[in-house]
């Protein structure tokens, strides 16, 4: 059963950075994707940024150039980074890691990111 779990949130202000992480357990392939997505209070989860296997990566307009997003292939390690700098308060929110291989997703339980002052 695959599982992914993800760390490295908190409550950080204005400005400042923080890196989330999200490791897959319990799978014997690579993910063709993984990316995070968030959800904001009283909103939808949208995309934050994604990463296939062969390194492409997308990213929504509101964290361009703040965000990077990298992953580890090594050994179908299959764990995905990212770097959040900038950090504004709309930025708040849940962060969700997604995996994703062929037509099957799976996603971890989220880390909660606060920024403010």
């Known amino acids: 059963q695959v599982q992914l779990q993800e760390s490295g949130g908190g409550l950080v202000q204005p400005g400042g950075s923080l890196r989330l992480s999200c490791a897959a357990s319990?799978?014997?392939?690579?993910?063709?994707?993984m990316g995070w997505y968030r959800q904001a209070p009283g909103k939808q989860r949208e995309l934050v940024a994604t990463?296939?296997?062969?390194?492409?990566?997308?990213?929504a307009d509101s964290v361009k150039g703040r965000f990077t997003i990298s992953r580890d292939n090594d050994n179908a390690k299959n764990t995905v980074y990212l770097q959040m700098n900038s950090l504004k308060p709309e930025d708040t929110g849940v962060y969700y890691c997604?995996?994703?291989?062929?037509?099957?997703?799976?996603w971890g339980q989220g880390t909660q990111v606060t920024v403010s002052s």
């Open positions: 990463i296939t296997s062969g390194g492409i990566t997308t990213y």
């Open positions: 997604n995996a994703r291989k062929s037509i099957l997703s799976f």
């Open positions: 319990g799978s014997i392939f690579s993910f063709d994707a």
